[in-house]
């Protein structure tokens, strides 16, 4: 059973910058292809990035691609995202996810993922 424990969320302001990461502990976190999704309120959760086993595939929702870095440290069992010229429409709960099948490459499809983590706070001012 892989536990995935988020943080680095906060406040920022439109245009600023923040990085999040995610720890997973319980498994072998190179066996893993990891994701983030978000959830804005009264919205549907949403894909944001992907990123393959070993890093070596990486995908991204057309509305952060460009300004969103998506990476993984297999050493430190960490993904993390690199978020840039944020914007107010960025506020949401970000996810962290885990799956452990065709972890080659990457998906955006919410229910392929096994393991999610309880989520941190995004909030983007104007």
């Known amino acids: 059973q892989v536990q995935l424990v988020e943080s680095g969320g906060g406040l920022v302001q439109a245009g600023g910058s923040l990085r999040i990461s995610c720890v997973a502990s319980?498994?072998?976190?190179?066996?893993?292809?990891q994701g983030w999704f978000r959830q804005a309120p009264g919205k549907e959760r949403e894909f944001v990035a992907a990123?393959?086993?070993?890093?070596?595939?990486?995908d991204y929702a057309d509305s952060v691609k460009g300004r969103f870095i998506i990476s993984r440290d297999n050493v430190k069992n960490t993904v993390s995202l690199q978020m840039n010229s944020l914007k107010p429409e960025d506020t949401a709960v970000y996810y962290c996810?885990?799956?452990?099948?065709?972890?080659?490459?990457?998906?955006?499809?919410?229910?392929?993922?096994?393991?999610w983590g309880q989520g941190t706070q995004v909030t983007v001012s104007s």
């Open positions: 996810a885990a799956r452990s099948t065709a972890v080659h490459i990457t998906t955006r499809t919410r229910t392929q993922y096994d393991y």
């Open positions: 319980g498994g072998t976190f190179s066996s893993y292809a």
């Open positions: 990123i393959s086993w070993n890093g070596g595939r990486t």
